[in-house]
């Protein structure tokens, strides 16, 4: 069986989109449906010690053999492509370096349509938002206590703006599906996010 030791449960991340699409190689079996997770067994007898969901721990060494990867994201979107997976190859080398590019590829096109769905940002904001986003983050090497006031402010007026957006948007009476398509969620997601902004 693999190591785990270089292999993030969500290997893709897409920026904005990082903390509602992180993206996957997801595993399907012959007959075409998903495995649940999979239960790491305890070598002190009996029982488990956890439960692993990366691809690679479906290799048949805690059970049956996946067949096939496709893309596959946290927002529970999988990918209708599939492709066949070569347990000899893929033990050849650590997890990370078989080749999943299929599956990625697939994935990365479900963000960019989650992304073309997003509400548009004025683009002397995004470029307000790029500079400021730069200018902290170098200050984050070499002037770490500027940083740390400079994103302390940022946090603090960000959050009063939140609050008040999240209040405007129940007086609004705006779905929680619109606000999700807005900002890159499900609707369930939505309603938590903006429950945590008040």
Known sequence: MFHTDFVSMYPWLANELEETH???????????????????PSHSGGG????LTEWWAYDGSLGRAATHLRGSCSCGWRGETLYPVDWDEAHEEPPYAYDTSGPERDWKQHTEEVRSALVPLPADLVALLDQVNEQVARLSDGEPLLALRAG???LNGTQLSLQNAAWTVERDGTSMSAVGAAIGCTPDQAARRLRSYR
């Open 48 to 51: 488990s010690i956890g439960t």
């Open 22 to 40: 992180g993206g996957q190689p997801g595993v399907v079996n012959e007959d075409g449906t998903e495995p649940g997770p999979l239960s790491i």
């Open 152 to 154: 302390n402010i940022l």
